[in-house]
């Protein structure tokens, strides 16, 4: 079995502010550990994932997210916000073999001028 | 390529009335998924299919059919349209060995 937990539905931070959404996660064999984006009216996409190898790991528009093992988490860090980034986040976890991915319940971020 | 297309955009019925919304893909992905997606539940799994020929039941199931047309094509049905069915409606799809789910647009539905 395998969940996922966002702390915190809504995160609201200024324009230029480090951005850190935090996620973690239950699974009783190694995960895979994805964050996707939702902006408004949109389906949903991938900003990063992590499979194996290097446990830091860059995704799209200057989004990160570290694997963290001993804390069972995968926070989503951005160092400058920006206005373009107010969207819906989502983490998700799979394993190998495995192809019903569980979500966490989203973190709205909001970002202010 | 289109990637997953779905239709309609959106959507007015009224209860008791029946429906079904299309999802196609031309991604040549064996497995596809219906999720709904409602305020502050996240996305909860409706129907997937592994591959053609095949569905099974995800996490809210009740009220819902699905038709896995061909490799193509996985629709969803709501038979007797309910209030609590109001939602925006998510399609899916994940290739053979990958691990990345492609999404489409949504169909945004209300029951009224």
């Known amino acids: 079995a395998q969940s996922v937990t966002q702390l915190g539905s809504h995160v609201s931070v200024s324009e230029g502010a480090l951005v850190l959404l935090r996620c973690n996660y239950s699974?009783?064999?190694?995960?895979?550990l994805f964050w996707y984006v939702q902006y408004p009216n949109q389906g949903l996409q991938l900003l990063l994932k992590?499979?194996?190898?290097?446990?830091l790991v860059k995704g799209i528009n200057g989004f990160e997210a570290e694997f963290k093992k001993s804390e069972t988490s995968f926070h989503l860090t951005k160092p400058s916000a920006h206005m373009s980034d107010a969207a819906e986040y989502f983490c998700?976890?799979?394993?190998?073999?495995?192809?019903?991915?569980?979500f966490g319940r989203g973190t709205s971020l909001i970002v202010h001028p | 390529n289109a990637g997953v297309t779905q239709t309609p955009k959106f959507q007015v019925l009224k209860t008791g009335q029946s429906m079904t919304l299309q999802c196609a893909q031309d991604m040549n992905h064996n497995s596809m998924y219906w999720y709904r997606q409602d305020p502050g539940m996240g996305l909860r799994l409706i129907y997937y299919s592994a591959s053609e020929g095949t569905t099974d039941k995800g996490e809210v199931p009740n009220g819902y059919n699905v038709s896995r047309l061909n490799k193509r094509e996985f629709s969803l049905r709501l038979e007797s349209a309910a209030p609590s069915q109001t939602s925006v409606y998510f399609c899916?799809?994940?290739?053979?060995?990958?691990?990345?789910?492609?999404f489409g647009p949504g169909t945004r539905l209300l029951v009224l």
């Open positions: 998700a976890v799979s394993a190998l073999g495995s192809y019903i991915p569980t």
């Open positions: 992590y499979t194996t190898g290097a446990t």
């Open positions: 899916a799809t994940l290739g053979t060995g990958e691990e990345t789910q492609y």
């Open positions: 699974s009783s064999v190694p995960p895979y």
